[in-house]
């Protein structure tokens, strides 16, 4: 089964994602993951990559495809794998397409986990970690006992400053420009399949393991 795993930041997507190579034993491959080891192994396209890093500028998509590329080739993709965080936008869709066609690798699934925006919200809005021991909780769904209190250590909990409501207004704005136009482009291919990603972290694996089993067959 070869995949792409779409949305929004907070869906929970990197949760299913290691439940499904458990389950399928088929690599996740993350392009955030792929990069940070090149760099530090030094590779050719992780210096190149870092050449672009050092200068804050963004690594253009040929490197990332290239990394992509190598990693494909590993022995542990031949029966599938799932990608998580690429392609971000059309463009990288349509270049991932055609690597994938001249590797005779084409996918078989894009999967879409929809989660409405205020659920996002309070999901990633209503985070607190523990400055002690990192413990985390959310102020909405799984609060600490004692208000700012960690449960474990008796810590204090704070908010990230990429938890604030104004940073995570603005990543979802981008999610929502420049990735949400991908769900038109895979529904037009007809490899799209959508899954609630509201209800039990269970609830949810039993639907996506439901499609690609019907898919399998």
Known sequence: MKLVFLGAPGAGKG?????LVEKYGIPQISTGDLLRAAVAEGTPLGKEAKAYMDRGELVPDSVVLGMVKERLSQDDCKKGFILD???????QAEALDKMLS????????????????DDLMKRLTGRRTCKSCGQMYNIYYSPSKVEGKCDKCGGELFQRDDDKEETIRKRLE???????????????????????????????????CTILEKKAN
Request: a neutral charge.
């Open 174 to 208: 981008v999610y929502r420009a420049q990735t949400e136009p991908l769900i038109d482009y895979y529904s037009r291919k007809g490899i799209l399949k959508s899954v609630s990603g509201t209800g039990s972290i269970d609830e949810i694996f039993n639907s996506i």
């Open 85 to 91: 965080g690429f392609p971000r936008n059309v463009a």
């Open 102 to 117: 001249e590797m005779n690798m084409p996918l078989d699934l894009a999967l879409n986990l929809d989660v409405p925006f």
């Open 15 to 19: 949760t299913q994602a290691k439940r």
